[in-house]
């Protein structure tokens, strides 16, 4: 399928179990989803971010996720729900050059992303909070 421009708005919405297995069919989902889109060229990041925002959902909460892209006016948002209310800490992140393999989410989000934010959100009837970014599209 040749790359085009996407021009219309979209969303997809991917509801996941509480299960480390769900980053990886996030990720391949997100994929999946940019190459039916056009949007190729923001996969490599894009997947990342996903990665780190439902790795976050996995790890540090202990019910389902769900994973929310949004097309809109040149902007891919990114973002993840969790049951968890409590807002993220980016404080206990580590440092980027730490050679540890975990705590460096978030971290990596600001880097990556042109905007990230986070809010509170009921779903479903259950409390938590939504996780957010935004890649711009050049």
């Known amino acids: ?15 996941i179990p509480h299960d480390p297995r769900a980053v990886t069919v996030c990720r391949r989902t997100l994929r999946l989803i940019l190459t039916m ?7 490599d990041t894009a997947e990342l971010l996903a990665a780190e925002l439902i790795s976050n959902a996995v790890l540090h909460t202990k019910g389902p996720a769900i994973l929310r892209v949004r ?3 040149g902007v891919l ?6 049951a ?3 807002p993220p800490d980016p404080t206990r992140e580590l440092p980027l050059l730490d050679d ?12 990556c992303a042109d905007l990230w934010g986070w809010q ?9 909070k939504y996780v957010w970014c935004d890649l711009v599209a050049a």
Request: net charge negative; charged share 25%; hydrophobic share 40%.
């Open 1 to 15: 399928m040749p790359e085009t421009e996407a021009t219309e708005a979209w969303e997809y919405s991917l509801s």
């Open 37 to 43: 889109h056009g949007l190729i060229r923001l996969a």
């Open 71 to 73: 097309w809109s006016a």
């Open 77 to 82: 948002r990114i973002g993840a729900w969790d």
């Open 84 to 86: 968890d209310p409590e």
């Open 100 to 111: 540890t393999e975990h705590g460096r989410g978030l971290a990596l989000v600001r880097a």
């Open 120 to 128: 509170p959100l009921a779903r479903n009837g259950s409390r938590g």
